[in-house]
């Protein structure tokens, strides 16, 4: 499970390489967003535009880690392909996790400054 | 026990013990797919990566398949998890049968029976909760459940047999 990490700002934008969170990895995926999360901006932002297959492990173990960044922080999702929006519309999960189109509609230009 | 393309026609027939095949392999005819693999996440994926291809090659869109791919991985989630319980290395014998355009499902394992010999309702969870208390699993039977059609468990000896229906995008029978 390989994740990427890049600070702008106030932001910390994890990318995932990866293109499945599925049960395969879904343990990983948490022990590292664990890792990534532990300290840093409070604002976290996981773009998933490479992840075009999620299933419930998935589901789950991106839940886990909004609980585990807590209500002092904000963790949110960019870039959810079809079949992902899917599993989080089907389950309503979208109604409890802020998603944004892609990373530039999170963070506006916070691109343009990025080292 | 060989393992590989073109298939023997002894290898083709499901007799027996699934724990004898070992080793993934899959006929594929204009209609249907039967593979055969280990019940491990590994193998799980190839499986359903040759039900996409399968299912392409039939000209289904993407749109269509994504629904497929899922239910399978959940299905065949909870046989590695639950009827084989992490610890015993089965086998999953999963067939896909395109039949005018309906897409039928079967998938048989050796586990253990589900509880209470029937398939789990998978009810929606309330979401309506602290953080804290957001549930992380789960979810598996509700999404079999919302995307599927005619789904129906029986057991019969060892062997769980769980067949459905996906109807297809655009059709709500």
């Known amino acids: 499970m390989e994740l990427t990490l890049n600070d702008t700002g106030d932001v910390r934008v994890i990318t995932v390489a990866d293109n499945r969170i599925d049960a395969a990895v879904a343990i990983q995926f948490k022990d590292k967003m664990r890792e990534l999360t532990e300290s840093g901006p409070a604002r976290?932002?996981?773009d998933m535009t490479n992840v075009d297959f999620l299933d419930s492990s998935g589901l789950g173990a991106v839940v886990a880690v909004m609980k585990q960044v807590g209500v002092d922080r904000s963790f949110e999702l960019a870039g959810l392909t079809a079949s992902v929006q899917k599993v989080f519309?089907?389950?309503?999960?979208d109604t409890v996790f802020t998603i944004h189109t892609d990373v530039q509609a999170a963070i506006g230009n916070g691109l343009a400054n990025a080292s | 026990m060989e393992t590989g393309w073109p298939m023997h026609p002894e290898q083709l027939v499901f007799v027996g013990n699934a724990r004898e095949h070992?080793?993934?392999?899959?006929?594929?005819?204009?209609?249907?797919?039967?593979?055969?693999f280990p019940g491990d996440q590994i193998s799980l994926r190839g499986a359903l990566a040759k039900s996409k291809t399968f299912l392409r090659d039939l000209g289904f869109s993407q749109d269509q398949i994504g629904p497929v791919e899922l239910v399978l991985a959940e299905a065949v989630n909870n046989i590695i998890e639950h009827a084989y319980s992490d610890d015993v290395h089965g086998v999953v014998d999963v067939s896909i049968t395109c039949v005018d355009g309906d897409l039928l499902f079967r998938i048989m394992d050796d586990g253990l029976p589900m509880p209470g010999d029937q398939a789990p309702a998978g009810m929606a969870h309330d979401l309506n909760c602290d953080l804290i208390d957001l549930p992380e699993g789960g979810?598996?039977?509700?999404?079999?459940?919302?995307?599927?059609?005619?789904?129906?468990?029986?057991r019969?000896?060892?062997r769980n047999r769980l067949e459905f229906r996906v109807p297809l995008t655009g059709r709500t029978t």
């Open chain 1, 44 to 46: 976290i932002l996981l």
């Open chain 2, 156 to 158: 019969t000896g060892n």
């Open chain 1, 89 to 93: 519309s089907l389950t309503r999960m």
């Open chain 2, 22 to 36: 070992i080793g993934a392999f899959g006929t594929m005819d204009n209609s249907k797919l039967h593979l055969v």
């Open chain 2, 139 to 154: 979810f598996g039977w509700f999404l079999i459940r919302e995307l599927t059609c005619d789904l129906v468990y029986t």
